[in-house]
Structures are given as structure tokens and as C-alpha cells.
């Protein structure tokens, strides 16, 4: 038996070539949206740490705002502790407003705010003791640890006592000394970083003499002085830093937010009614192209707009996620 054979037409031939193009192009497709939902996935998981971080460490700074030793003693009040400090000059923070005097807490319209506290005892920035990093572990205040100049030897009674910045000697009488008071201020702001904009943070630490008004006698910062203290990142990619104040406004204070405003509508007598704080945080994905569409965030349900919170640009494809906490003063409340 003769069994011809017949090889394939042109229309079975194109017909195979079409299914084989769909199946490439199906794996292609597949593959590219497993790509798009990886980068998504990673992105999204990245942006979670890192705002689970910065409201920690945000949360562990300003839990201390207001702090006073011991403010029923004498001098020991607000007024006496927290001076008049202009931290607006390029020399200090660059800040663009004034820390009053009694003020812990003061913010600008740019979002950008300062805060002040007491620091209790030797414990809170002993370079020479561990338990003191509990207390100095933020990347703000870590590098406020006392200088070596700043102690009594250790066999001294008084050697949990703070001296002043420099001291050279021990007094000859040191029994029932005071000890020396100290202030921490930190300034968080937003700022570019190339492209990048973050977190910063400055910080300082000034001895003073208690008194209507108090007196500098001494200051460190990271930078070994209190001169143009040097930026700290706390964190990058940082869209926006949206902050509103919670004000006590009862005639008989009772530590609650009555309400809560921007820096504008706070008010120069109402900063120290301030007893709470909340905190927007606004955080993008380091890679673009991501999203396809334009990037936006909303602010308690307010999306943003020119009237409201200025959205990202509209050729942006980053994603975009704010992290938000509100954190009432206990020092205020106590």
C-alpha cells in the first residue's frame, strides 16, 4: 500500500503560529503582572516599617514633652525652666519661629515643631551607664549623653548629681548640692535630601541656672556644640508631616483635648494649653512607576487638593500611605 504524505497548509500553519504568539504573550503578560505585584507588595511592606518605626520613635520623644523635674519646688516651674529661645537663626535650628518662655510645644505653618523637656536625673543621659540608653535610644537625642567633664568622681556622694558643660574641678563643698537643671529641645521638620524628602530632627541640650529668667551656662549638640546642631534623619521618603494640636480650653484645666488645630489656629496664649498632639505622616515608595495613576492621600477623609493637603505631582506613580497617631502629653495630664 502507498500512504502519501502531506505536509501542512499555509492556514494550519498560521493558525499554529497564532496560538503559539497568544501563549507567549499570556506567560509575558503573566510574568509582567508578577513583577508590577512583587514591586507592590515589597513596596507596601517597606513603607509599613518604616512608618511603624517613625511613630515609635516620634511617640518616644514627645511622651516626655513638658517634663519637669520637680515643678511645685522653687524655680522649678515651667517659666523658670523653659527660657525665651529664639531657634529661628541659621546659628541654632533655623526653625523660623520662637520657643516663649514657659513654652514646651510650638509649631509653624510648614508643619515643622518643636518640643522641651527636663531631663529627671544622671540616668537619663549617662554615657557611662546602660540603663541610660532606654532613655537616649532615639536617633534625636542619642548623641546627648553627658561629657566626661559633666561628672563628680564616681566616689563622690554626689556623683548622681548634673554638672554644668566644662566643669574642670569638683567644688570643694559639694554636700546637699542641687543638681545642675538640664533641657533638651528638638526640632522635627521636613526637608530634601538631594530629591529625597525627610525626616530631620536637631536637638540640643542646655544646662541652666533655675530663675525668672533661667541662664544658659552651658549647651551641647550632636555636633559638640549648640552651634548650627547638626541634622539627624530620622527617616526618608517622607511626603508631608501634618501636625494639629489638641487644646485644653476648660476655664479648670483637666489634661483633655477640648479641640484640635494647626499651628496657625492655635494662637500665641494657647501653646500652653496644648496637651496633645496629632501626628499625619505621609510616606511614599522609594521606586516609582508603580501605581498607574496618580499618586493622592487623604487626611482624615479630607483628600488632598491646593485648598487642603498639596497633592503629589500628577506625572507621580509612587504609592502613597499616611500613618497617623495621636499622643496626649502625660506630663500635662499628671
Not at 245 to 274: F, M, Q
Amino acid at each position: 500500500m502507498n500512504n502519501r504524505q502531506y505536509g501542512f497548509t499555509m492556514i494550519e500553519l498560521l493558525i499554529s503560529m497564532l496560538l503559539g504568539m497568544s501563549l507567549i504573550a499570556g506567560v509575558s503578560v503573566l510574568f509582567t503582572n508578577s513583577q508590577t505585584v512583587y514591586k507592590t507588595q515589597r513596596s507596601l511592606g517597606y513603607m509599613m516599617e518604616d512608618g511603624r518605626y517613625v511613630l515609635e520613635t516620634l511617640s518616644k520623644e514627645l511622651r516626655r514633652t513638658g517634663f519637669l523635674r520637680n515643678a511645685t519646688a522653687l524655680n522649678g516651674a515651667a517659666t523658670n525652666i523653659f527660657r525665651l529661645d529664639d531657634i529661628s537663626t541659621p546659628a541654632t535650628f533655623n526653625s523660623g519661629f520662637t520657643l516663649n518662655k514657659g513654652e514646651y510645644i510650638h509649631g509653624d505653618t510648614g508643619d515643622d515643631f518643636a518640643i522641651r523637656y527636663q531631663l529627671n536625673d544622671y540616668l537619663d543621659a549617662d554615657s557611662n551607664n546602660a540603663n541610660a540608653k532606654s532613655n537616649t535610644s532615639s536617633p534625636c537625642s542619642q548623641n546627648l549623653d553627658f561629657l566626661s567633664t559633666e561628672y563628680y568622681p564616681s566616689t563622690d556622694v554626689n556623683y548622681p548629681y548634673m554638672l554644668a558643660d566644662n566643669i574642670t574641678s569638683v567644688p570643694s563643698s559639694t554636700v546637699g548640692l542641687t543638681p545642675v537643671p538640664h533641657v533638651v529641645t528638638l526640632y522635627f521638620y521636613v526637608a530634601n535630601d538631594g530629591s529625597i524628602p525627610t525626616l530631620y530632627c536637631k536637638a540640643k541640650r542646655e544646662t541652666i541656672t533655675e530663675g525668672d529668667p533661667p541662664t544658659v551656662i552651658g549647651c551641647k549638640a550632636p555636633s559638640a556644640n549648640c552651634t548650627s546642631p547638626t541634622p539627624l534623619p530620622i527617616i526618608s521618603n517622607v511626603e508631608r508631616l501634618i501636625v494639629k494640636y489638641g487644646i485644653d480650653s476648660n476655664l479648670t484645666p483637666d489634661g483633655a483635648a477640648n479641640y484640635y488645630v494647626d499651628a496657625a489656629t492655635v494662637g500665641t496664649a494657647n501653646w500652653s494649653k496644648v496637651v496633645a498632639i496629632k501626628l499625619f505622616i505621609v510616606l511614599r515608595s522609594e521606586d516609582d512607576n508603580i501605581s498607574k495613576k496618580a499618586g493622592t492621600f487623604s487626611i482624615e477623609s479630607v483628600p488632598c487638593s491646593p485648598s487642603t493637603y498639596p497633592c503629589p505631582a500628577t506625572t507621580n506613580r509612587r504609592l502613597y500611605r499616611v500613618f497617623s497617631t495621636t499622643i496626649a502629653f502625660r506630663n500635662k495630664i499628671l
